[in-house]
């Protein structure tokens, strides 16, 4: 079945510094694939998504690109704020699990002044 | 703020006991995703309806039930609770029933069974 893998946090970084979360995948076919980011004591935000390899999904000034031939989508940022602090989960959709998302377990990361 | 409302916020039960939680999607979204969040599991998704019909079944127990009613809001039952049972329960809402459109998320209700 499908599945996600992402790097256990806590990621801790200082104001500026250059992100990188790593996500992996496992699924049938061609997935969609999605990064979400949940703030404290709220709810999941979808953050960025990408629907076909090669493409670059962007927002916020986070990018990831799908890359269907080491089958990741990682997750960078060049400048993290401390307002990002947050936990970022990687997901997909595809057809084999009729598109419901299976998502990642999630990595938490802190940001320090 | 998503637009998506979720009540209770909290909720402290009793092994065996029932409750119901409730959620009010965005104005406008006709399908409705019920997902358990908790540390061991992480994010699940249990069931999906699409203006008021059942759509998609994931990891819900025969204890958990749910509904989706005209006004589109969507109830989602836990009876004989269970210790694990305890976790955050999260509504997300979307105008389409196809599950890759963008969910917008409540903030959850936090469950704890004692």
């Known amino acids: 079945g499908d599945s996600v893998t992402q790097m256990e946090g806590p990621v801790t970084l200082s104001e500026e510094a250059f992100l990188t979360i790593n996500c992996t995948y496992t699924?049938?076919?061609?997935?969609?694939l999605f990064w979400y980011v949940q703030y404290p004591g709220e709810g999941l935000q979808l953050l960025l998504k990408?629907?076909?390899?090669?493409d670059k999904g962007s927002n916020k000034g986070f990018e990831a690109t799908y890359r269907k031939e080491t089958t990741s989508f990682h997750l960078e940022k060049g400048s993290v704020q401390v307002s990002d602090s947050a936990v970022y989960f990687c997901?997909?959709?595809?057809?084999?699990?009729?598109?419901?998302?299976?998502f990642g377990r999630g990595t938490s990361l802190i940001v320090h002044p | 703020d998503s637009g998506v409302t979720q009540t209770p916020k909290h909720l402290i039960t009793a092994t065996g006991q029932r409750v119901t939680l409730r959620c009010s999607p965005r104005?406008?979204?006709?399908?409705v995703y019920w997902y358990q969040q908790s540390l061991d599991q992480g994010l699940q998704f249990l069931i999906q309806y699409y203006n008021g019909e059942e759509r998609a079944k994931g990891n819900i127990l025969e204890r958990f039930s749910a509904q989706q009613f005209p006004d589109l809001h969507s109830e989602l039952n836990l009876s004989s609770l269970e210790l694990g049972d305890s976790a955050l329960y999260f509504c997300?809402?979307?105008?389409?029933?196809?599950?890759?459109?963008?969910?917008?998320f409540g903030p959850g209700t936090r469950l704890t069974v004692l």
């Open positions: 990408a629907t076909k390899a090669d």
């Open positions: 997300a809402s979307s105008v389409a029933p196809d599950p890759r459109d963008t969910q917008y």
């Open positions: 104005s406008g979204d006709l399908s």
């Open positions: 997901a997909l959709s595809s057809a084999g699990g009729s598109y419901i998302p299976t």
């Open positions: 699924a049938t076919g061609y997935p969609s």
